[in-house]
């Protein structure tokens, strides 16, 4: 089931190694940010302030994310920054006064990106599509400069859980069928582009089980069983994160497990079929 509710705090967890991990402890707490669902934060460092952003969806009273509009109060990105990756963190832009950008008129999963030479972007699926936006250069809200990927005319299906990153000279975003804490995963759809505002092609999709189609929602064979939720690099190596939603023993979804795969790639850029490995 989806859970919305207005007790969600943001914890954070180190690691040197990927096999022990240690407990930071709440990030940001209920008291520090205004009332409503805090859903998929996301942490970058902006190297022009030189503080880490966290930017988080902020639903309205109602936890309610389809009761966006004004007469419930509406839905809110909101943002928070801090000199260390374990804190202390101050939100910045809350509620009424939470970030504005050009992408937000239809709230939907997001992640955060930051280019090598400092640009930072934002990249939103309001489940039909994927837009794409420059943020100022202090991370807090958007240029109003976009692009637009049209998703489910390119799939069929619509789709969640957005991801954007780097590699080689090629942008990458992925997105996934609707997952909205199943127990089944997600399909993983490949865009690629030689510039972070496109134009972008569409390459597959490299997490659907091979044999089986795409299918929002449904009880569809994905390879990971997980719903991605970042790609980043470790010692040359992109490695793909993903949710393994109602995973826990106790049913408890933020006792839920993570689920790392090291990317493959072609030397064309393309991004070979993820593969299911009970240890990496």
């Not at 069983?225 to 933020?254: I, P, R, T, Y």
């Amino acid at each position: 089931p989806c859970i919305y509710a207005a007790n969600h705090t943001v914890v954070a967890y180190s690691t040197t190694d990927f096999k022990r991990w240690t407990d930071r402890g709440v990030m940001l707490g209920v008291g520090t940010r205004a009332q409503g669902t805090l859903f998929r934060p996301h942490v970058v460092y902006n190297p022009h302030s030189d503080l880490y952003t966290m930017w988080f969806e902020n639903f309205n009273l109602t936890g309610d994310p389809a009761g966006c509009g004004p007469a419930t109060g509406g839905c809110h990105y909101s943002v928070a920054t801090s000199p260390h990756p374990a804190g202390p963190w101050t939100t910045v832009r809350d509620a009424t006064h939470g970030a504005k950008f050009k992408c937000s008129t239809a709230e939907g999963d997001f992640d955060l990106f930051v280019d090598a030479n400092g640009v930072g972007y934002i990249v939103v699926t309001p489940y039909t599509e994927l837009c794409i936006e420059r943020l100022t250069d202090d991370f807090t809200d958007g240029t109003g400069e976009t692009y637009t990927i049209p998703g489910q005319n390119l799939t069929g299906v619509a789709g969640e859980a957005p991801v954007m990153f780097h590699r080689r000279g090629l942008y990458y975003v992925l997105w996934g069928s609707g997952c909205c804490a199943c127990s089944v995963g997600a399909s993983v759809f490949v865009h690629v582009a030689l510039s972070p505002l496109g134009p972008y092609r569409y390459l597959g999709d490299v997490g659907t089980a091979p044999g089986h189609k795409a299918c929002n929602p449904c009880d569809g064979d994905f390879v990971t069983k997980a719903q991605q939720s970042a790609v980043f690099e470790v010692g040359g190596e992109m490695v793909w994160v993903g949710n393994q939603w109602q995973s826990a023993a106790d049913g408890q979804l933020n006792h839920g497990l993570l689920y790392f795969s090291p990317m493959s790639f072609g030397s064309d850029g393309s991004i070979a079929h993820l593969v299911w490995q009970d240890a990496v």
